[in-house]
Structure formats: structure tokens, C-alpha cells
């Protein structure tokens, strides 16, 4: 018997030493780069079609899909092993200056840019600080991913610190098993990107991490063929095509056979002298923060005459040239800081990482709180807007007869009015006024709709002095009585834009002013 099992013992050795080797590491590099390209090229083609109306390279959705799953995967793996062989504050300390020093940078960037060229920037702390705290503003636009990152790294660090990684692989399962059920029971959490955090972990998003966490222990067993690589990324493709195309949890399992694959096939592959895909795996978080914000300032750059293809390539040169000078910074910067964390006292780092963990919790209970609320409210608001019927949104006229016949028809208390309807840069610009009179502390609910097409209910929160004044209300003057949006579409020729007031008590009223653009860009 003996002789039957020392071999596979040692077939398993060799398959986990092979995942260790220089290749294998260049490997992941690799793919780390590939991934990094992959999102990349998704939101270039996202962004020039929903900038330019043009459409280059349809039916690359599954690029950015497959991009992030790949990266989450790679991130299991490599956590896997750390946390097992790390001090739990150290490894917590790590993640904390792999993740944040670079994200700043570029977030200080991007906010001197938005300042330099005097356009607004709603700054919000919360969701600068990466902690899941449900719907709010991201200068960067991929930060949803960093959510789940900062999320999973807070949660390996509480099993290391109560021991428990003995039993990390059964509680994987256990993980991945409650997101197949999710996956199934609320297909809606599949597109769901900024939970609260008590949603977080049940999310299809975390699939590639879960399935990443295992790879270490499935190269010991010797579980994974050699051929695991390309029979997933062939059920990769294959997938695409089908209802279950995207997928977040089956686009999970593949990228982390993907990964395991490439870990499986014992590369032993020579380092040349030059390396641009090791270097784009190098810049790959880099790339990852920065490329949303080049891509924007390229399309505001480049003439509009530009040919869609040209300007593809031309964007994600931007973005490469852009990732290698914050990558190179990147990768020095966690160097110095990894020195840093690897020699400071263990009563520093024990107040630093507790001081972020304080922190961490803090904002996902307001976050939870929050995202209960407005959950609430916009369940209210549906109630009124589900009476409503759609073709009636047309049209200011149909829809205040229809809010008649619905009884749903305001008393004179909600008052307001639509100020300006425009198109500025390809988007539809729509701001006004809105508030109760009877009583100015409630915060009634703004729907704006074109052509018959909901773009957004919001609540009513800017400060409009000049509006209270021209009311003779000034004790207004610092209240939220102001909505306004920016919305990216087509122009209608003679379409309405039509703005239904509503009051959560269960009336609503549809507001006067600008409707109609006179004639479209």
C-alpha cells in the first residue's frame, strides 16, 4: 500500500513546488497583465460607444467580466498561501499599504485634474475610504472592485487571528456553496457592484475569490490536469454564447481553473532581457485605477471626426503609457512600504491596522444603516411611480391626467419647477427645484423621465440660495430644495422632458418649466 501512496504524495509535492517556481510566478504575471487588458479594453469599447455613439469591437461585455474574475482569483490564490504563512497584523498591514497608497495618488490626481479644468468633483470620503457601504460616488469608477478586495483581506485576517486557517478550505466550500444558492434565488445580485457590507460576501462577485482560496490545496491533492487551462478557457467561450453568459459565479469557477491551469502546467520558461507583459502585469494595478479617467480625457481631446477604431487604439496606448509611469511609482512605493511595515514594532502596527479595522467598522454599520434607509425610500417611491402608467410619462399633459385619474394628484404644498433642460458634451443636463411647503424639513423625490423613459429618482439635496430668495423664503437658503442630473443618451427630436414630483406621504405632481429642447446637437 505504501508504494502506491508515496508516489502520489510526492506527484502532489512536486505539482505545489512547480506552482512556487520563477515560471510559474512569470505566469501569473501574465495573466495578471492579460486581465488588466481585458477591463481595459472592455471600457474603452464601453466609453467610445456611450461618448461617440460609435460602436468598435461589439460583444466584448465578456472581456471585463472574465478581466475581473481572473484578477479576484489570482488574488485567492496568492492569499491562500500568504495568510497561512504570515503574522496576521503583518499580513493585514501588507494589504493595507498594497492597496491604498497608490489608489490615493491617483485619486489626488484625478481630483487636481477635475479642479485644474474647473469642472465639479462631489467628493465623498466614504467611498474614498474602499469600505462597502452601499451606493455612493467613485471618482475612479472601478473602485467596486477594491470593496470586495478590502472586504476579503479584513476577513482572512479575523481567521488567522482566531486560528482557524486549519479549516480555511472547509469554509470555502461552505462560501461558495451559499453563493451558488444566491446566485440562483436573487439573480438580481449578479450586476449588484456596491453592497452594504452584511451583502457583500453573498454576492456571485466573490465567486473568483472563494474558488482562488482552494487552488493551493487542489495543486497539493494533484487535482488539476495539465489541460485544465485550456478546457476552461474553452467553457470560457463556449459560456458566452449562452443565457448563463454573464454570470459572475460560472465566470468565477473558470478564471480560477484559469489560474490553477497555468500553475498546473509547470512552466519553465526563461525571463527575456525584454519583457513588456511582465511589465504590464508589474503595472497591472496601476493600470486597473487609472485607465477609467485616461480613457475620459482622451475622448475629451480627440476630435469627434475621429475614426472609432483609431481612437481605440490610440486610448489604450494613453492608458499603457499612463500605467507605466504610476506603475513604476506603484511598485517602488510597495516596496519602501512592505521595508516599512516588515520593521516597525509590533505596538505600531497592532494600533495601525486596529485603528483601520475601528474604522472599517464604523462606515459599514452607517453604510448598512444608510443603504436600509434608501431602500426603504425607494421602495416607497416605486409604490407611487408603479401607479403610473408608462405611456403617460410621455407627456407633462398625459401625465398629470393620468395622476389625476390615479388619485395620486398633490395639493398645491409640493411646489417646484424644472430650470434647465439642455445637452451639454453628448448628455442630457436636467436641473430644478423641489420642496414641501407645508413642511420644509421632509425631503420629497424627484423622477425624471424622457421621452417616456425613467433616467432617475432622486431625493432632493442641493442648496439653492438664489431660489430661495426669488421665493422670499430665506429661511430656505441653506436647505436641499435643488435636483439635477447629467445623463448620457441619444437626443429625441421633440421629446419631453418630464419631472414628476413625489411626496413619500403617497401623492406626487408633475413640475412646470423647461420640457422641450428646441433642437437637438
Known sequence: MEQNVLPAVDRAHSIQRAASR??????????????????????????????????????????????????????????????????????????????????????????????????????????????PAGERFYALRVEWTLLFEVTFYVALFAVSLAGWTRW???????????????????????????????RLPLLPACTGFAAGLLIPAALRMGSIPRWTFAAALLLALVSVGLPIGDSRFVSGILAALMVAGILRSEPRVARPALDPLKKVGDWSYALYLCHVPIILVALRLAPLQMNPV????????????????????????????????????????????????????????????DTALRERRSGQERAILSRIPADALRRRETARIALEAAGLLAPPYL?????????????????????????????????IFYNGVELKVTQVSRKRPAIAALLGRPDLAKAGLGFGIAHRMACVPGAEVVVVGLDLAGVAAVLPGKAIIDECP
Not at 106 to 117: H, R
Not at 169 to 181: D, H, I, P, Y
Not at 189 to 196: D, F, G
Open 415 to 447: 411646489r417646484g419647477e424644472v430650470t434647465e433642460v439642455a445637452w451639454l458634451d453628448g448628455a442630457l443636463i436636467v436641473r430644478g427645484w423641489l420642496f414641501d411647503e407645508a413642511d420644509t424639513q421632509r425631503r420629497p423625490s424627484a423622477a
Open 310 to 369: 483609431l481612437l481605440w487604439f490610440c486610448t489604450i496606448a494613453a492608458c499603457l503609457a499612463a500605467s507605466a509611469l504610476i506603475g513604476t511609482l506603484d511598485v517602488r512605493l510597495y516596496r519602501v512600504s512592505k521595508q516599512m511595515v516588515d520593521r516597525a514594532g509590533s505596538g505600531p502596527l497592532h494600533r495601525l491596522v486596529a485603528g483601520y479595522l475601528a474604522l472599517f467598522t464604523a462606515i459599514g454599520v452607517y453604510g448598512a444603516v
Open 22 to 131: 520563477p515560471g510559474a510566478l512569470l505566469s501569473i504575471q501574465y495573466l495578471r497583465a492579460l486581465a488588466a487588458l481585458m477591463v481595459t479594453a472592455y471600457h474603452v469599447s464601453h466609453f467610445i460607444s456611450e461618448y461617440r455613439g460609435a460602436k468598435p469591437f461589439l460583444g466584448w461585455d465578456a472581456l471585463g467580466l472574465y478581466g475581473v474574475s481572473i484578477f479576484f482569483a489570482i488574488s485567492g490564490y496568492l492569499m491562500a498561501t500568504l495568510v497561512r504563512r504570515t503574522d496576521p497584523w503583518v499580513f493585514m498591514a501588507h494589504r493595507l499599504v498594497r492597496i491604498y497608497p497608490t489608489f490615493l495618488i491617483v485619486f489626488a490626481i484625478c481630483v487636481t485634474l477635475a479642479i485644474a479644468a474647473g469642472e465639479p468633483f462631489p467628493f465623498d470620503p466614504i467611498g474614498a475610504s474602499l469600505v
Open 168 to 198: 480555511l478550505e472547509r469554509g470555502v466550500l461552505t462560501w461558495l456553496t451559499l453563493l451558488l444558492a444566491c446566485s440562483v434565488v436573487f439573480p438580481g445580485w449578479n450586476h449588484e457592484a456596491t453592497p452594504p457590507a452584511y
